[in-house]
């Protein structure tokens, strides 16, 4: 557990990786998913177009910050990329 | 273009490795891996989500000396914790992979035949507008049988109308864990089964989507 209130380590599962990032609680969600991104060298698409869900599948809203989505150290969340679906006839 | 085998392999191998490092997670959602040999890993999904059921209430016909026109059929909603949505089985096929997506199967989980379509779960997908589409569909122009139409799967990536959404273009960011995190949202995870008793006496099934955001 880090020393500095203020840090949070959080868990990005990406395409089945545990990539582990700190961040600030008062930092918006999509500061760490741009570093989960780079750290786990997933930067052939912009980091908007990844959904960040929670274990429960959650859509979590990227702007907002891990102390108001009360996220606790180390945890999991999803990173997965926005789905094109159906459109099928 | 065939992948060497050999490449093949070891990419499944990574992709089976991958999953089985997330398998708490994977339990968490009701999937449990039952079977892993190249080319297929096969997985079976339990929804838990307690199935409601909903029976007309006597509606208001009236207030006094007023009438209500057409006064509107209400429903009681009654959750049942005993029942759920059925378990089905799902065959990832990664034959070639990543050289081509990962196809998706549906199956009995008892005896692995292919499930009809009227058997499957209703598979839906909600995107960031809040616009709700239907993911399982019947009848693939390729393959004639039910297919899970999202990118990232070969059924659509190979479906004459998603043509111009290459499988290259997102081969990097998917693969078996993101394959099974798809089926488990569309069709675990954000449908709950109602069962609707209408007026007339007859049941009926509303699939209820979860609004997850």
Request: charged letters at 20%; one cysteine or more.
């Amino acid at each position: 557990m880090s020393n500095n209130p203020n840090s949070l380590s959080l868990v990005f599962i990406i395409n089945g990786e545990d990539v582990s990032v700190k961040t600030n609680v008062h930092a918006p969600l999509e500061a760490a998913r741009a570093k989960a991104l780079a750290e786990s060298g997933n930067t052939g698409r912009p980091p908007e177009e990844w959904e960040i869900r929670s274990e429960s599948g959650a859509l979590l809203d990227p702007h907002a910050t891990p102390e108001a989505l009360h996220l606790k150290e180390n945890t999991r969340l999803f990173l997965t990329l926005k789905v094109g679906a159906g459109g099928c006839r | 273009m065939r992948l060497d085998p050999a490449v093949a392999r070891r990419k499944f191998e990574r992709e089976v490795e991958r999953v089985e490092t997330q398998v708490a997670v994977l339990r968490s959602w009701g999937c449990f891996v039952v079977r892993a040999a190249y080319p297929h890993v096969d997985a079976v999904f339990m929804p838990r989500k307690p199935m409601r059921l909903l029976l007309p209430v006597k509606s208001q016909q009236g207030q006094g000396l007023i009438v209500l026109p057409n006064p509107q059929v209400q429903f009681a909603l009654f959750e049942q914790p005993a029942l759920a949505g059925r378990a089905f089985g799902v065959r990832i096929n990664l034959s070639d992979f990543d050289q081509r997506a990962p196809g998706v199967s549906f199956h009995d989980p008892f005896t692995w035949e292919l499930l009809p379509y009227a058997s499957l779960p209703l598979g839906q997908h909600t995107d960031e507008h809040g616009k709700t589409l239907r993911v399982v569909l019947d009848g693939h122009p390729t393959t004639k049988r039910p297919f899970l139409c999202l990118r990232g799967t070969l059924e659509y990536h190979e479906h004459p109308q998603h043509s111009g959404d290459e499988w290259a273009l997102w081969r990097d960011q998917c693969g078996l864990f993101t394959t099974l995190f798809a089926v488990w949202r569309t069709c675990v995870e954000g449908a709950r089964p109602n069962l609707m008793l209408q007026p007339n006496g007859r049941p009926f099934i509303v699939w209820e989507m979860e609004q997850v955001a």
